[in-house]
């Protein structure tokens, strides 16, 4: 590195340092300066987010399938072990600042040249009087060694919390997971309650449809209509057939979704789908925004991962610093396995201290820390990012929701007006003032009314399980 971009280098990364630690307080008092024009009517005492969710969904059968889903559900438990990966890594972590030791026993045996400066020491020695030393030289040891790095820059322990943050940021990725898996089971729910209306909807118009056939048939024999009356009427209540069994090709696969996110084979899915016209979406308080940063699973994720790199930078600093190790031995040694209990003659033991540093070849370790910083820097843009999706998500499904009620009460207005419409269009027919396009196509309006009618319920329960979900409820 050039000596004179050093004092830029090292004031970019105090920089850093500082915008890593105050994003989070940043964030918060953005949020909070937003919220009286974006939350209407919020305060800190309302947030739905801290319902849990068997209190939040009512309905029984609902309730079932979410306990199923979160005890069996295969991308759950997959999360589950990754928690654990996690844990142990932590723990892993924590053993690398204290000492390791290590106990051991040998045996072996050696034979030396006699013209080597071994061979003559034994040649002309002798271990005691009158006693030579034995050829092969048999060596047998049994004894404990340890050594201990001492974390004088808290390298070793800032590794250690980092892996512990990130252990707890995989808790709240699992309670993330558990959010999307409830929000995913009930919109599947009410998607199918929805179709089941729709399907209800289309059997009780092709019955219509039929009895209108049937009066067309007989207005043709009178002479009052055309076969072109008779079969256009034939062709609606083919095609309305042909819905029919659309309908319920998306009814099994809604259930096969539901099912597979249970984490069971096909089966019927237990509803109560005909009390979905009464259904009412919960009431949603919103809370202020700076509550997302306490239920969002995912920004408390991306808070955990914005503290742990800002230790693996602390820690890969740590790196080049002179590293001060201790070793240690104690054992018993001798050339008779009879003789290791002759203390202390066969005792042996060492202390050792070592002080070392990188001095020639530090690109390695420059290239790390170089690593760390821009992972730091990552996590503060994923942290930003993070907060600012929720934030979106919130305020597009609270006017969501608002939205949907209007058009849901215009919609049924004209449910109604389409419905009393089909009665008088047919009486006209009778008395030859209609003509029977007319009764066709109000049969078919009629019908596309009823159907948008129960699409807008469902996508008024879809939002309500959606801004229940970008608060952060549902983990719980």
């Not at 030393?133 to 800032?158: I, Y």
């Not at 602390?314 to 790196?319: C, D, E, I, P």
């Not at 070849?361 to 290239?367: F, M």
Request: proline fraction near 4%; hydrophobic fraction near 45%.
């Amino acid at each position: 590195m050039n000596p004179s971009t050093k004092p830029l280098v090292i004031t970019c990364l105090g920089a850093l340092l500082a915008l890593s630690s105050c994003v989070p307080a940043l964030r918060v008092r953005e949020v909070r300066k937003n919220a009286p024009s974006t939350y209407a009517g919020a305060n800190d005492s309302m947030n739905t987010a801290a319902t849990p969710w068997s209190q939040f969904f009512t309905d029984p059968y609902l309730s079932a399938l979410i306990d199923s889903a979160l005890a069996n559900s295969q991308e759950l438990n997959i999360m589950l072990q990754e928690i654990e990966i996690a844990r142990n890594e932590a723990r892993a972590r924590k053993g690398d600042y204290l000492p390791f030791v290590d106990f051991g026993a040998s045996a072996g045996a050696e034979k030396v040249g006699e013209f080597t400066r071994d061979g003559a020491v034994e040649h002309n020695l002798e271990i005691a009087e009158h006693t030579k030393f034995p050829e092969p030289l048999p060596d047998f040891m049994v004894g404990a060694r340890a050594s201990w790095e001492l974390d004088v820059w808290k390298k070793l322990r800032n590794a250690k919390k980092a892996a512990t943050l990130r252990y707890l940021g995989s808790i709240e990725g699992r309670n993330f997971m558990v959010t999307n898996l409830v929000a995913e089971i009930a919109n599947s729910y009410y998607e199918l309650m929805a179709l089941d209306n729709q399907l209800e909807i289309l059997r009780n118009n092709i019955a219509i449809q039929q009895d209108a056939l049937e009066i067309v048939k007989l207005e043709k024999q009178a002479a009052k209509v055309t076969e072109l009356a008779v079969r256009r009427f034939e062709a609606e209540v083919l095609k309305n057939r042909s819905v029919q069994y659309d309908i319920q090709q998306r009814v099994v696969e809604t259930e096969n979704r539901i099912n597979f996110l249970v984490g069971r084979y096909p089966q019927l899915v237990q509803r109560n789908s005909v009390a979905f016209a009464s259904l009412i979406p919960a009431v949603i308080s919103a809370g202020l925004p700076a509550q997302l940063l306490t239920y969002r699973p995912d920004i408390r994720r991306a808070e955990m991962e914005l503290a742990a790199a800002k230790l693996d930078v602390t820690s890969a600093k740590a790196n080049f610093y002179p590293a001060v190790r201790l070793t240690a031995g104690v054992g018993l040694n001798a050339f008779d396995a009879s003789l290791l209990t002759e203390t202390p003659a066969s005792l042996i033991y060492n202390v050792a201290g070592d002080l070392v540093a990188p001095l020639v070849n530090r690109n390695a370790i420059k290239a790390a820390y170089a690593n760390a910083n821009a992972r730091q820097l990552q996590a503060v843009y994923d942290y930003e990012r993070t907060v600012l999706n929720a934030h979106m998500e919130v305020v597009n499904q609270l006017s969501n929701i608002q939205n949907l009620r209007s058009s849901y009460d215009l919609r049924a207005q004209q449910v109604e007006a389409l419905s009393s419409s089909i009665t008088i269009s047919t009486n006209l027919f009778r008395s030859a003032r209609a003509d029977y396009m007319e009764v066709l196509l109000t049969q078919r309006d009629a019908l596309e009314s009823r159907f948008e009618l129960v699409e807008t319920r469902k996508q008024q329960m879809n939002a309500m399980v959606n801004v229940y979900q970008a608060l952060g409820g549902g983990w719980r």
